[in-house]
């Protein structure tokens, strides 16, 4: 079995597209998060919350035809995997096109646009709108084709169209993809384009935020106050190389990927279980060969939701106790869906590397019905950690944990 490593890292975000902006932004308090008042003529739409990336534009470079086969998402995802190749130092370099590297990427739908307009071949029996390309921007594997077609990667190709944990799944397949020797280099991580309908889902549930005059205070992952989720977009992508691949060519290192669980709950669809909750980690902690212990902060899923964030703490707190340190990005970005696993992952290994950890914002009185742990409040806690994990949890019941070690 082979040795993992991140060599490049990228993401978008509703606070910016990288590390050094949004830890500014993470450090004073700004949110992402904004009314939607284009929602307004959604009557039956309860929420009018989201966090949207108002200033996304296409790369100059880019050609028309290369657009032609990408919505809004695969755009989100060819973007940051454009730049996680040039942090990688890999952008214009042949081997990656040569089958050595693969892609492993989802989100938790297609482009909706041309979901929509063959929704209205249906209802009105009329094709407009509908080209030969409509199919390719929305099918569910759309974010992991059009990276693959965008930088001619013929390495195997891996869709992890899993909701929210569908970023994460895709580090994970990728990582066991590279440790098993399939192939030395990946692409992985996970994209989601904002559209209403997915605010819907969620609306139907009674699981989004309420709060649409006081934007800046929602959501509120882990709080006793909290009244729901917050949708976003945004897009993660990194790379990951085989150790001795990436030492032979000089690769600057982010981060060891050193364990990956995933399962599922086998319940309900919406339901979250603590029990394979806290065995997707343990999975992880067994993949990595490490003690509980060794862990010295946990990314949590925090959705804020009271299922979510009760059944999550009560399986973090199980198998780490009460000091382990724990907080949620989304708390800033809403939830980004098929890129938060990713781009929790991006932050994890920057928080990390920089010993400065983000606490989740607006958390003011943790739920009592919580798990008992260590929650980052207020400000960002300096730490120095050899292993940090992230953890997401999806509809379906589906669990992934991921554990980076810190490198060298």
Not at 346 to 365: A, C, G, K, P
Request: charge should be negative; hydrophobic fraction near 40%; aromatic fraction near 8%.
């Amino acid at each position: 079995m082979r040795r993992v490593v991140v060599t490049g890292m990228a993401g978008i975000t509703s606070l910016g597209s990288d590390w050094a902006t949004i830890a500014r932004h993470f450090a004073n308090q700004r949110s992402g998060i904004r009314r939607m008042d284009e929602w307004d003529r959604f009557e039956e739409l309860n929420t009018r919350l989201a966090g949207p990336i108002d200033d996304f534009k296409v790369p100059g470079h880019w050609t028309r035809k290369q657009l032609r086969s990408m919505g809004r998402v695969s755009r989100l995802a060819v973007a940051a995997a454009e730049r996680a190749l040039a942090d990688a130092g890999l952008l214009d370099d042949p081997s990656i096109r040569d089958g050595r590297m693969g892609v492993a990427c989802g989100s938790s739908t297609g482009s909706t646009d041309e979901i929509k307009a063959f929704g209205n071949m249906l209802l009105n029996s009329v094709a407009d709108g509908l080209n030969a390309n409509s199919y390719v921007r929305m099918m569910p594997h759309t974010t992991a084709a059009n990276i693959s077609i965008f930088f001619g990667l013929t390495g195997r190709l891996i869709p992890t169209s899993s909701a929210c944990t569908s970023g994460s799944q895709g580090i994970g397949y990728a990582y066991e993809a590279v440790k098993y020797g399939r192939l030395p280099m990946m692409l992985a991580g996970g994209a989601e384009e904002l559209c209403p309908t997915e605010a819907m889902v969620f609306d139907a549930l009674y699981a989004t935020s309420l709060k649409n005059e006081t934007p800046h205070l929602s959501p509120r992952p882990y709080d006793g106050g909290r009244d729901g989720l917050v949708i976003g977009e945004g897009g993660g992508m990194l790379v990951l190389e085989e150790l001795e691949h990436a030492l032979a060519r000089g690769a600057k290192i982010h981060a060891e990927i050193v364990g990956f669980g995933s399962n599922a709950d086998g319940q309900h669809t919406t339901r979250p279980e603590q029990v394979t909750m806290r065995r997707a980690m343990e999975l992880a902690l067994e993949d990595a060969g490490l003690p509980p212990q060794s862990i010295g902060y946990v990314n949590g899923h925090g959705t804020a939701t009271e299922q979510g964030d009760i059944a999550e703490t009560l399986a973090t707190h199980s198998l780490f106790g009460p000091s382990m340190p724990i907080s949620s990005q989304k708390s800033f970005l809403g939830h980004t869906l098929g890129a938060c696993g990713a781009l929790e992952s991006w932050f994890s290994i920057e928080m990390m590397n920089s010993d400065r950890y983000v606490h989740t914002l607006n958390l003011d009185q943790i739920d009592p019905r919580c798990g008992e742990l260590d929650y980052l409040r207020g400000e960002f806690r300096t730490m120095n950690n050899q292993y940090v994990m992230n953890n997401n949890f999806a509809f379906g019941g589906v669990n992934t944990s991921l554990i980076f070690r810190r490198w060298p």
